[in-house]
């Protein structure tokens, strides 16, 4: 057996655990940036599971690293697997290639093409939301004069991102929060016009199909 | 005559009172939330017109639930009814699903595919954005420091938003007002993003069978 | 020679003049609304011309009217017709109509499909884009407590709303100025929309050429 | 050798030197903004640098005038060529014809359709999108009132622009900021647009091929 099949195996042998890592990584995170007066027992507890969790992105990437034949070839065409392992909040945009995986193993998708689309576009969507919500929740809450005081505020002023409504009555101030914000639009606005575009597409397909029975 | 023959049934039977009912909830929200001294008498009459048609929408749903065949089968792939049974206001949604029923009666549809397209978006679109007019004015005319002032200001925000403008001239502050916005936002752009998209695929349609006659 | 033919020649026959006289109708209204300090005699001068071609518009329309076989059809199938006479302000949405008659009169168009999209939608958005400057700006400027205090103002704001960016430093807030508004946000987005299209299906229409050759 | 050949021949010749060009005269504009405390020595190199770049691009527009056999025609159809040596910090809208001479020395494409599509809008929306911080950086941050008052507040302002997302924290407020804003929005919008379109067209063909496979 060479290399590049004990590779494949090791990524069709980890995905489910990956898949709890990340939801736990994601957890961790929210319950450290959410519960205000964690006890330091607990507040030690969940920065485990964030340092854990993280430790686990990493050794999965070194790991089909070392199993690859071309390693140059590796980093360069799978930039988006190092690009999540450094920012583990961009994990969501990881679910359309699991989506290719499990494809592999079924014979017929049970949705229509543009329903794929929508649901895997609109999921990454929700779950980048949530985590760039976290994220400016997390840094602009004590900046001063800041307009995110609330989880609440966080969430809305995603919703307005994603969208591209950006009403700025609440808005990132600091420079990391603000990147955050430009990541959130970059990659939302294309998430979000596929949403948009495959919803479009579904429209006029189901009222040309009328059209013509 | 089996269950599902007689769902059918009860649906064709049912969708003209439906429509009529579905016009008489939005007009007797919009006469409470917009008319301010309203006499004890016609409130009263109003609230039980809003809890009759909220019933029959309920009623409906349950008969045609009680006539399935597969029950679960039923929840899960009709989920939107369920949304527009308990969300009443939402209900323009379903106005694509009536075209469908009517479209079968008729043998050919009387427009072109795109501008059946934009219609039917168009029109949910004006229904849903009046919907949230109403809600968002209601929520917000008198939460301390509002920008919601009039009604007037209520439409001028859905305008924005459905187009995913933004002004944040006038915006929800409250937490149902926000709700009712986030909805307005995620639904309004996919509608308006189907408008959009069907108005430059006819454009393009119109300028090409020019260049060709 | 029956109506419908009388009709199509006068068509032929007024297309020039009406043109002539949406220019001139948006220039005097340009004049009324830019130059401050108008002489009363040229203030009369230029109401007399606004008038006079609304005047010329009206006729035009009612002697299409009579010439028509079945003047109910008209009415209902050329409504865009009426709106434009109603509000020769929205004139610049018939640029479609008249590039229809044009295209009869030449053998082959000299540009390509998208480009004649994106040529036609961009200079319909541009006229309407300066009508809507002027009418904010005549409707807002004396507004308390407005934003469009320059005619630079109205026309940041008209591109800021055409492109549904939306800052929102420079906002309608009288009625008449929110109609203006969301007629422009409305008829805008769609036209932008369609600019973008045609430029985008032009970019990979222009890419897979390459691809090919 | 005709002289369509010799103009042919001198761009190929040209062309790495006027993107070297290109690449010089950012980096001049670049330090001369964002280098506050710049010694006279160092003020007058760089002013140098720009003044030489810019005259390099109407030596070269020039002389590919010249070597034309039908000047009008050059002038008319090569009109983005004429916009891009006046206001040089355009220059990143050649990319694509740029491309177009690169591909044609090359047998295959090494990326997909879109993806190429999307590398080149996206790198231009890049360079364009920098090149606006700064022009706006240059002309707000002395302005009174001004809301861009470091490098990173331009920055931001650009992002929030180009996804026509517009908080409306930071906006221009002078006329030639404005300008400069008015343009990043147009030209952003379409090559946003473009992103993506096919973003979502790369991203349902991705979802086809698996349900066929």
Redesign the interface.
Known sequence: MDRQQRRQEWERASESYLLAASLLFLTSYAVQVLVPGLSPGWRTFWALVTVVTWGLFVADYLARLLLSDDRRRFVRTRWLDLIVTVLPLLRPLRV?EMH?RM??RRD??RLA??A??MA??GLTSLLLGFAASLAVYHDERHAPGTTVRTF?DAV?WA???L???????V?P?T?RG?VT??VL??VG??L??????????W??R???R??ET
Chains 1, 2, 3, 4 share one sequence.
């Open positions: 359309v290719d494809q592999r017929h998708p093409l543009e794929r689309v895997y576009a609440g809305w919703c307005t991102t969208t591209t409504t950006g009403y700025g009555d808005t101030i420079p603000r914000g430009a639009m970059l606005v294309a979000v016009g596929a949403v948009v575009g495959s919803f479009s597409s429209l006029l189901r009222f040309r009328e059209g």
